[in-house]
């Protein structure tokens, strides 16, 4: 399934009265929208016509020094030559460091099932992908070592590799502490730049039980993404890297083509959010709330699903993963669920080499948990129909 | 001159006690500051969490509507096949044109001198450039009816045609009604489209003397780009294109890559601000302000400029353009300019085929009127010093 194919379909559930499983959106709860005048109020009475004005195209230094504290404070430790960029959105991100670091015919090691979003920049830089498998414990680094033997074996060497580790999307897992170790080895020895995308990592519910890679990091490789969109807002449209000063240097020309600067306004926003300690709450609370959504999910699941389907246990993310017996194809399975009345993302479109045509992505964060337990008994009637 | 260059210049000047005439920053007297909070208090009890939610591509509906309502008062006028797109700034306007209509080696045709950062996204795509000079009535024409002719005998036609027809960046002229005409004629012979940049006319302090060329263009071949951030804030990043419907729907795919949309809050307090008609009271303003502004710097350049040096008139924009007497570098003056305590930007950086070394651009927007004054009469000291 396509990018373009999946925004026709969440366009369609919009206007409907399907139940979605299908998006990737914060709980609305969450967002902090009765804050929100008060927060503007600040920032204006502390920094006038300046929230409004153009900006460095690195970012509001204010935001960018509030937003150091706030990686530290949550583990998340860059070393000595590292710098900081803000981007509209880890999107943007994503984009900048394709354009910058990547040519056509570059190996780009990737997970399988990997985010939607980053095998579609990847593949427009025409890159050749090597697809490591996940397990319960993140990326299965075995694999990635043989992958890499075998590629130095033909003379080549990827130039990069992309991860989620923690609270994968969409597969709900999280990289242990050995295989995390055993990734960053393997960076060293075949001289790899580690791109780790972290967007969950603040909100898991469990824990994580290994620091990011950033803070595991000794020389310099790994690459880190993130977010405001689910700790705070993503309307705002705030992402940011974390990575070396001439990396960061690089990022920063090729913003200034793509939009000039970050919106100065979401900046200070969420700056004004970091010293308030509203991200902070936000974190929380989206524990708790995203803790109880997945449960329902994952209890609904085990009360309506047929035999044969298999699920992951997330520590956190917004999605469950499931695996439908060989031989059902979740595309299928998707014309009779949205007869219904429900709606998920089937999972072929993870897959950046092709496969996956059995599994699917459910989405626990957006729908209410009546909804999730009626969404997914109807999902269980659609896959027993099929079956 | 180079854009990294630039803004080390901007950074530099930025710490010290110089006098700035090298900006593009909108006059802070214009931001609605004080509206601000109201206008999010107005949007949160409106649309509640939405304001901070993910959004579409192609923009927040209420935006786009009310976009198109204000671009039809301000007399732009959209073709029966005409679509728009949200943009973060015009400068993701500009760069996802480049990325969706450009291959390397296309020719371009492009005013001499032109906008800065445009040149440098076509530059980045490998296109060639044929410059056409421009006069006080905006490009001319006849020169580029001239090089489409002898482009045609050599087999070779343009892709596409980027102009700042109202309120040239940085010349501060605007092309009359018979160039625009001219101009469409020849993209109708020799099948060309026509991006028209368009943030200024808006804000013309004197009569534009003409309609826009989307409003002129009876084919779908004028790709308008406009911009929020000298009608409201640049600080919100907010652009736009309007287009045929399979180019905005290409836009929106490019974009989906880039950034996933636009910032909603930015967008949701723009249709706020169209709506209470705070933009048009903003206009109503900056035409007064930088008439007065523009008017300031013309005469303080008549007070202080030594015989053999030119500028332009504009009647409108944010910029004067200035010649000085052949031989002299701007980028020579602009050492001794230092010196003396005053910033502008040489204008050789404008040119996208070399030259210009004798121009130079002066912002009149951002400072105040004491500052224009007194920064024109240091201007006047260097260039007396060095004739």
């Not at 964060?365 to 209410?368: A, D, G, K, Q, V």
């Given at each position: 399934m396509r990018a373009s194919e999946i925004r026709e379909l969440l366009k369609l559930v919009e206007k409907s009265n399907i139940i979605s499983l299908a998006g990737g959106l914060p709980a609305p709860e969450l967002l902090p929208v009765r804050e929100l005048t008060d927060i503007v109020r600040g920032v204006v009475d502390s920094y006038g016509w300046r929230v409004l004005q153009y900006s460095p195209t690195k970012g509001v230094s204010i935001f960018l020094e509030a937003l150091k504290e706030f990686m530290k404070s949550h583990n998340v430790h860059l070393g000595p030559e590292d710098d900081v960029i803000a981007t509209t959105g880890s999107q943007e991100a994503i984009y900048l460091l394709a354009r910058v670091l990547l040519d056509p015919g570059d190996i780009v090691v990737i997970e399988e099932p990997s985010y939607l979003t980053a095998i579609q920049v990847f593949r427009q830089y025409g890159v050749k992908f090597v697809a490591i498998p996940i397990d319960d414990e993140g990326m299965i680094t075995e694999k990635l070592e043989e992958e890499l033997k075998r590629l130095r074996r033909e003379g080549r060497t990827p130039k990069l590799v992309y991860t989620m580790p923690s609270c994968h999307n969409p597969a709900g897992v999280t990289m242990s502490y050995e295989r995390r170790k055993h990734l960053l080895e393997l960076a060293e020895s075949y001289d790899l730049l580690v791109i780790e995308d972290d967007p969950y990592s603040y909100i898991a519910f469990k824990p994580i039980g290994a620091p990011p890679l950033k803070s595991m990091d000794d020389s310099g490789r790994v690459i880190y993404v993130s977010t405001f969109s689910k700790i705070l807002s993503p309307g705002l449209r705030l992402g940011w890297v974390a990575a070396s000063k001439q990396l960061i240097s690089k990022l920063e020309v090729a913003k200034q083509a793509v939009?000039?600067?970050?919106?100065t306004l979401s900046q200070y926003i969420a700056a004004e959010a970091l010293k308030r300690g509203i991200v902070d709450e936000i974190i929380e609370k989206a524990k708790r709330v995203y803790e109880a959504k997945c449960k329902a999910m994952l209890n609904a699941l085990e009360t309506y699903m047929p035999e044969g389907v298999r699920w992951t246990k997330p520590v956190g993310g917004l999605f469950v993963w499931s695996w439908l017996p060989k031989g059902i194809s979740s595309r299928r399975l998707l014309e009779v669920a949205l007869r219904k009345g429900v709606a998920f993302v089937p999972?072929?479109?993870?897959y950046p080499c092709g496969g996956g045509e059995n599994t699917m992505r459910l989405n626990y964060?957006?729908?209410?948990i009546e909804e999730i337990w009626e969404g997914v008994k109807r999902l269980g009637d659609a896959v027993k129909e099929l079956l």
């Open positions: 939009d000039l600067h970050t919106s999972g072929d479109a993870f964060s957006f729908p209410s």
